[in-house]
């Protein structure tokens, strides 16, 4: 028998021999041999026993200590300094599980820092004589191999890409293909040279197409040179607003071969199997760590919770996982919302009872962590999740029809550095919580996302959600958003959330590319959810805002330096939606209450807060003064002064003596411990380069639409259509037209939850010069409609043109009144407007009626105070009544220069 089996056999005899055998020591190492005992740290002397060399060897150890009867304590398998590649996911099933008293544990040896790697390093490049690196790889030319990411000394390196600096955007909607019909959008029209049908390898190039809250990224299908078309390989998920391909929408080409010129830049060529990289000044073939991806999945904890078959009491401690691949379906990469739908590269399935701790999950293709089914009472603890393709940690599944055992739920993510997320899907959360109660989030730095930092809850509206009673608590989450998508916070939620609490966190730093870069964001359905001691500032959008919900507490907040307003609230219902006490409201722009605060106290109740702006005309509260505000009977103690803040611009909302936030019983809010406690007071940088441009401004769009290349039924191409059902709509019909035989049909019916739906706008992009825009209005009896400019680019919007039919018969143009509305009769309407330098703060109207020869002129009409863009050109049915209006030919225009 030789020594290493000999050592293993002792082993295993000792520990059956003992009542309660001392803690079983299993060691692996990069210069092991799996024909060893594993049971020594290092080789012996004679180079017959030592550690094992791989970790599938050293997990059937431990399961033979395990079947040798019962231990009283650890079964700790060490892993020595040094990369271990990982063939095939490392899969843990119940047959690994420890107990209380014995877990099973895989940790790095004291000192040491192992690599559980999903990549393979990759040597023997040539250097071409233009300082080129090239590599064959010949399983990528047979097919058995491809990734989309690479790793030089530890960073992550990015593929070539067109445009090189900026965004494209699309010049014009296109109709599906045939194969596609209605089921989504897959073509769009792009401007000559942002598209090239000759690139290398086109089929391999990646279109990423940006909307509202997602990006899809798909190959080229096609591309029409002569009608400068596009076509994806795959269409969107749908046909609604919030997946078009509409124009002056963003897109960016990736993985193009011709536009490989820059260093650190790098292409694999599948149908070769050549890897070119450029190298950065500095770097050279002989000492530069190139490492690709191969396998997506790292580690699988597989039990099945159906059943009752867990993995438990299973311990990771600080080990290091990199390197997972992803490569891109046939299909693409499109989910709804958060990249749900991504794998994790750690996976837990009916894990219960088991930690990572002081570990590192990095240059990971997806999320980094998913505790999925059945996983409970698991902890995630003082780890570093960064450089993520998708998100960080996930927990819970999305679906609400799980059997009690299929729950997961009592899992804690707390002390952890969660950063530099969505580097190639930007949809990705920080921390996503779905159908999952009793969790605990808490002391994590979250930062450096595009989408969320964290989302909790997954049900829209009033139905059964899972997702209750989860404490999210002492976080520090800052820099997301970054004004790359929109409809985000730096916590969002959704459903019904009964003892769900979001207490002193701190957010921070929160941007989004069109609208909704929130503090605290409570979306649809949200209730029951605590919200106190939290500090939100330097947010595009409101600190705190309730979409739609009901009991809903805000409580002794601190909702600072907003672009738009601090509070936001949406959706009125006939319901308690929130109460807002005791909070700091301080704002520098815009106003103190944004969007929709219709109602009274039956509906919301705001009281005991001290509000302050230091310019007194911005001390506007939903369009009132503040004594007129109170009259409604709300704020009635609330206070307007000062809080005597120690350095609000510098993000230090401390008091100074003699703050009157103590009038209304505010308490001092403690941030010493924010974020983790291993590191107090830190703020990761956000990581360079971006793999996403900066935010730029599309250019102007003008409109030119008389609808008669348009299906009857059809919604106005470029536009976003809001409707509720299916009899209060915006499309196109043949009854009647101002010329030709097509215009369009708006239909309001009462009932609907908003008022102002159905509608519809445009985001024509007009900063500057002089700008006319025009259409054919008809309006049936007592129809509230109206038309508006509106400027978003300062945060809270600012009207221009506006032009109002109401239910009494009187038109209305900037508050003024007209004339009685024509009933029946078509009116040509034409605005100009000057915009940015040349604002006059004025705009003139002409109005021309079916019958009459001449129209009616009116100059130097009012816009609001700040108007100075059109980024919403829109048109709205505004009453809870039946109505019905038509619009026909429908265009915006630059008038003479600018744009």
């Not at 079947?67 to 690994?96: I, K, M, Q, S």
């Not at 088991?354 to 780890?383: F, K, M, P």
């Not at 009494?808 to 024509?822: H, I, K, M, N, Y």
Request: glycine share 12%.
């Amino acid at each position: 028998m030789g020594t290493a089996v000999c050592t293993l056999v002792a082993l295993l005899c000792c520990v059956a021999a003992a009542a309660q055998p001392p803690d079983a020591r299993l060691y692996v190492a990069r210069e092991g041999r799996d024909d060893w005992s594993g049971a020594l740290p290092a080789p012996n002397a004679a180079a017959t026993d030592g550690p094992f060399a791989t970790i599938p060897r050293a997990q059937r150890a431990a399961r033979e200590l395990r079947a040798a009867g019962p231990l009283g304590g650890p079964v700790t398998v060490h892993l020595r300094g040094g990369t271990y590649e990982l063939p095939e996911t490392l899969t843990f099933t119940a047959a690994d599980s420890g107990t209380q008293a014995s877990p099973t544990v895989l940790a790095a040896y004291p000192g040491e820092t192992p690599v559980i790697s999903g990549g393979r390093r990759l040597t023997g490049w040539k250097v071409t004589p233009e300082g080129r690196w090239e590599l064959t790889i010949p399983e990528v030319a047979a097919g058995q191999w491809s990734f989309t990411q690479l790793f030089v000394n530890g960073e992550r390196r990015y593929r070539p890409r067109w445009p090189q600096e900026g965004f494209s955007f699309i010049t014009a909607e296109a109709p599906a293909s045939p194969e596609v019909g209605d089921r989504g959008y897959d073509r769009f029209h792009f401007r000559a040279g942002d598209v090239n049908p000759d690139w290398a390898n086109l089929g391999d190039v990646e279109l990423l197409t940006f909307h509202t809250w997602t990006m899809d990224r798909t190959r080229i299908k096609a591309v029409d040179r002569e009608t400068l078309t596009a076509q994806r390989s795959a269409p969107t998920l749908s046909a609604v607003w919030f997946f078009n391909l509409p124009k002056g929408g963003r897109f960016l080409c990736d993985n193009v071969k011709d536009a490989l010129d820059k260093p650190g830049e790098w292409y694999l060529d599948r149908p070769t199997g050549v890897l070119t990289y450029i190298p950065l000044p500095g770097e050279s073939p002989e000492t530069t760590e190139v490492v690709a991806p191969r396998v997506g999945m790292l580690v699988r904890l597989s039990g099945d919770p159906a059943i009752g078959l867990g993995v438990e009491n299973l311990r990771f401690e600080g080990l290091t996982f990199a390197h997972s691949n992803w490569e891109m379906p046939a299909d693409g990469n499109r989910w709804g919302q958060a990249e749900v739908g991504l794998p994790a590269a750690i996976q837990a399935t009916g894990a219960r009872h088991c930690v990572w701790q002081a570990c590192r999950i990095t240059h990971i293709g997806t999320y980094g962590i998913e505790l999925g089914i059945g996983c409970r009472n698991s902890s995630i603890l003082d780890c570093q999740i960064t450089d993520l393709g998708a998100g960080g940690v996930r927990i819970g599944h999305t679906d609400y029809a799980r059997n009690p055992d299929e729950l997961a739920s009592h899992n804690v993510v707390e002390d952890c550095l969660i950063a530099h997320g969505g580097r190639l899907h930007p949809a990705g959360i920080g921390i996503w919580v779905g159908h999952s109660p009793y969790n605990r989030l808490s002391h994590n730095e979250v930062c450096d996302f595009y989408y969320s930092g964290f989302s909790v809850g997954w049900s829209w509206g009033y139905g059964p959600s899972h997702a209750h009673d989860n404490l999210i608590e002492f976080n520090e989450v800052h820099d997301i958003g970054q004004g790359v998508l929109s409809d985000m916070g730096g916590i969002y939620t959704l459903g019904v959330s009964p003892g769900t609490v979001i207490r002193n966190n701190r957010f921070h730093n929160i941007d989004a590319y069109g609208y909704g870069g929130w503090g605290i964001y409570l979306d649809e359905g949200s209730s029951g959810i605590l919200t106190e001691n939290n500090i939100t500032y330097n947010t595009q959008s409101p600190g705190y805002r309730l979409h739609y919900g009901r009991d809903n507490v805000a409580l002794n907040n601190v909702l600072a330096l907003s672009q738009e307003a601090p509070l936001g609230r949406l959706r009125a219902e006939p319901h308690l939606s929130f109460t807002v006490e005791r909070n700091l409201v301080y704002w520098t722009e815009g106003q103190a209450l944004g969007e929709n605060w219709e109602g009274t106290r039956d509906n919301f109740r705001l009281d005991y807060n001290l509000y302050w702006c230091p310019d007194p005309n911005l001390r506007v509260f939903a369009g009132k003064s503040f004594e007129q505000w109170q009259a409604t009977g709300q704020d009635t103690h609330s206070l307007v002064e000062d809080p005597l803040f120690v350095d609000p611009e510098a993000g230090d909302f401390r008091l100074r003596d003699g703050s009157p936030a103590l009038k209304i019983g505010f308490k001092a809010i403690d941030t010493s411990a924010i974020g983790r406690r291993g590191a107090p007071g830190a703020r990761t940088p956000v990581a360079v380069p971006r793999p996403f441009p900066a935010p730029m401004a599309p250019p102007p769009l003008p409109i030119n639409e008389d609808f008669e290349a348009l299906k009857v039924g059809g919604k106005p191409p470029g536009a976003q259509v809001y409707e509720e059902n299916e009899i209060a709509t915006v499309r196109v019909t043949d009854e009647l037209a101002a010329a030709g035989r097509h215009c369009l049909r708006i239909v309001d019916v009462p009932g609907q939850k908003a008022e102002f739906n159905p509608h519809f706008f445009y985001e024509p992009n007009f900063v500057s010069g002089v700008v006319r825009g025009s259409f054919d209005l008809r309006v049936e009896d007592h129809t509230y409609m109206y038309h508006e400019w509106r400027d978003y680019s300062g945060g809270a919007y600012k009207v221009g043109p506006s032009l109002h039919a109401l239910p009494d018969g009187r038109l209305v143009a900037a508050g003024q009144t007209l004339f009685e509305v024509p009933y029946g009769k078509w009116v040509h309407v034409e605005i100009t407007c000057c915009l940015g330098p040349d604002l006059t703060g004025a705009w003139d109207l002409s109005l021309l009626i079916e019958g009459e020869n001449t129209p009616r002129e009116y100059q130097n009409l009012p816009c609001t105070s700040g108007f100075s863009a059109l980024t919403w050109y829109g048109f709205t049915a505004n009453a809870n009544a039946d109505g019905l209006y038509y619009l026909d030919n429908i265009r915006l225009e630059p008038a003479g220069g600018g744009g």
